[in-house]
T-cell receptor, first 115, second 112 residues
Framework: NAGVMQNPRHLVRRRGQEARLRCSPMKGHSHVYWYRQLPEEGLKFMVYLQKENIIDESGMPKERFSAEFPKEGPSILRIQQVVRGDSAAYFC?????????????FGSGTRLTVV | KQEVTQIPAALSVPEGENLVLNCSFTDSAIYNLQWFRQDPGKGLTSLLLIQSSQREQTSGRLNASLDKSSGRSTLYIAASQPGDSATYLCAVSDSSASKIIFGSGTRLSIRP
């Protein structure tokens, strides 16, 4: 069981470029959550997805950010036209069922640096 | 709106001591509570998960308690070791259970 896999581990982008972060949930998990951790801050919820559906995107900035979890393949968090303030660690978590009945398993994160 | 607070923000103790980390939440209508550990520059490792109907969970030297009515949880670490040094995060799953809300963490340092 490989756990939650996130790639890349580190990503450097120039201002204005696009960043694509990938998350493969644990085998058998169909619920995916994205969190952002700004330097020296706590983890903030961004979006909750099930296969092909966005369930809750209340924490997602209205512009430039989007997320998907297609029927096949990993979940993708996309940030268009990145700015320096987007520099953060982005963590993905998965759960077996909604409500985290068995808790949430987190990946190692993608550390995005915007230069 | 659910808010999760962790006290203290930082704690430094000598090796071998028993210690308690505190977590409080404003809305008692939670589904479960989970304690995580985060090492610098790394991801989150789940330590203990307590369902709302449970009072405590134990794993090795760790014991977590939950008092849902008062909005409190504690993480007890027995016989602390330098390898326990990390940031400990408390997170609650809200009743709608579409997300978990994190506290800001307690940064623990165990001195050899």
């Amino acid at each position: 069981n490989a756990g939650v896999m996130q790639n890349p581990r580190h990503l450097v982008r120039r201002r204005g470029q696009e960043a694509r972060l990938r998350c493969s949930p644990m085998k058998g998990h169909s619920h995916v959550y994205w969190y952002r951790q700004l330097p020296e801050e706590g983890l903030k919820f961004m979006v909750y997805l099930q296969k092909e559906n966005i369930i809750d995107e209340s924490g997602m900035p209205k512009e430039r950010f989007s997320a998907e979890f297609p029927k096949e393949g990993p979940s993708i968090l996309r940030i268009q036209q990145v700015v320096r303030g987007d520099s953060a660690a982005y963590f993905c978590a998965s759960s077996l069922r909604g409500q985290g009945d068995y808790g949430y398993t987190f990946g190692s994160g993608t550390r995005l640096t915007v230069v | 709106k659910q808010e999760v607070t962790q006290i203290p923000a930082a704690l430094s103790v000598p090796e071998g001591e028993n210690l308690v980390l505190n977590c409080s939440f404003t809305d008692s209508a939670i589904y479960n509570l989970q304690w995580f550990r985060q090492d610098p520059g790394k991801g989150l490792t789940s330590l203990l998960l307590i369902q709302s109907s449970q009072r405590e969970q134990t794993s090795g030297r760790l014991n977590a308690s939950l008092d849902k009515s008062s909005g409190r949880s504690t993480l007890y670490i027995a016989a602390s070791q330098p390898g326990d040094s990390a940031t400990y995060l408390c997170a609650v799953s809200d009743s709608s259970a579409s997300k978990i809300i994190f506290g800001s963490g307690t940064r623990l340092s165990i001195r050899p």
